[in-house]
């Protein structure tokens, strides 16, 4: 399993995730290519794997963030098309071509840099239509243009935007005014003289909710592991779609019994002495804590799940230990498995649930998960 600790391990279900993938291949139909992303180590769920699990479903492009992102796909043997979605830095522009990844722009340095390299390279301008993080202003974008045309070398392939509350309302008058803004450069794009490029727009709730939001490249998200982007997308989507997508939760987060003990009246549990028993109760010591990406915060209101059922959390979450309540599963023993997210029995702890008890959201809770724990596909 893993080098660092063999009793801390996350299964990732390849059909769930293929599921997943084939719903937002029906929804976009053959004539949309899609993108889901990888970043982040693919949502923590393990990016080579998952990269390998898409590129089988037919994924046209994987989207990463960063170059070393990149990389770490090439390095698989992948050699499909890549879109690395955030900043380039300068230096690594060589690499990027060279890496055969097409990246996003939206500074006129890079173009150059670019002119100074005077290599062969795919670009995607990245636009700015609301929200305020990295694009490029739409004064800005016939300038860009005119100095896109005289380096020969470099392509421009694809236009892209990203929405801003798309998936954190049921209102969605500010994305429309968004997806009006995009479109309106699209004119003014294809209007200079770049009639056939990629626009690109969507994101898991925007695939999800507008096949107007599709253009030619989805980029799709969190979906693709089976999360929801939010509730507000769910609710959306039931109102537009009639509730018939079922989403496949990917991510099952494990351990093992490190050791049971049973502790009596007025014994203190962990540091800071945060809990201490008011009976007799027989606790479990695992061997995870928030260094593994099981945060502090998830103490007070948290559980996991043994033989099925729920042990409460005991005091603090240690850097490396977790102390848990097993006076009601007298069956639990030394290095029986322990679920942290996903199912046991009928029981079953979501990465939006566990998001609740630490006050964040889903998406944080499995990209926490630290890297270099063991992903193993199953199924």
């Avoid at 002495?273 to 260094?291: C, H, N, Q, T």
Wanted: with cysteine; proline share 3%.
């Amino acid at each position: 399993m893993n080098r660092d600790n063999p009793l801390i391990w996350v299964e990732i279900s390849q059909s769930a995730l293929t599921h997943n993938f084939q719903i937002f291949r029906a929804l976009v139909g053959s004539g949309v290519e899609l993108a889901p992303m990888v970043k982040a180590n693919a949502y923590g769920h393990g990016l080579r794997a998952c990269s390998r699990i898409f590129r089988a479903a037919g994924a046209e492009y994987l989207a990463v963030n960063s170059i070393f992102e990149a990389e770490k796909i090439r390095a698989t043997g992948d050699a499909g098309r890549i879109y690395i979605a955030g900043y380039t830095p300068l230096a690594e522009l060589k690499n990027a071509v060279e890496l055969d990844a097409e990246f996003v722009v939206f500074n006129f340095e890079t173009l150059e840099k670019l002119a100074e390299l005077d290599l062969p390279a795919q670009i995607h301008l990245k636009v700015e239509t609301g929200t305020n993080r990295q694009g490029l202003q739409k004064q800005d974008i016939p300038r860009f243009l005119e100095k896109i045309k005289i380096l020969p070398k470099v392509e421009l392939v694809g236009v892209a935007m990203h929405f801003a509350d798309i998936e954190d309302t049921t209102s969605h008058d500010f994305a429309r005014q968004q997806l009006a803004e995009f479109k309106a450069i699209r004119q003014l794009i294809e209007a200079a003289g770049f009639p056939h490029l990629k626009f690109h727009a969507a994101n898991s709730a925007a695939t999800l909710l507008w096949d107007s939001t599709h253009f030619q490249i989805c980029r799709t998200g969190i979906a693709n592991y089976g999360m929801w982007p939010s509730e507000e997308t769910f609710i959306s989507l039931a109102e537009n779609r009639q509730n018939k997508i079922v989403l496949r939760p990917v991510l099952t987060w494990k351990t093992r019994i490190a050791q049971i003990k049973t502790i009596q009246p007025g014994d203190s549990v962990g540091y800071g002495r945060a809990f201490v028993a008011s009976k007799e109760m027989r606790i479990a010591i695992l061997p995870i804590g928030y260094f593994d990406g099981f945060a502090r915060d998830y103490a007070e209101k948290g559980s996991v799940l043994i033989a099925g059922q729920r042990a409460k959390i005991l005091g603090r979450v240690c850097m490396n230990i977790l102390m848990v309540d097993v006076s009601a599963i007298p069956a639990a023993k030394l290095e029986d498995e322990v679920v942290l997210l996903g199912k046991s029995g009928e029981e079953e702890i979501t990465a939006e649930e566990i998001g609740a008890w630490g006050g964040t959201i889903n998406y944080e809770v499995t990209t926490r998960i630290r890297e270099n724990i063991l992903r193993k596909v199953v199924d």
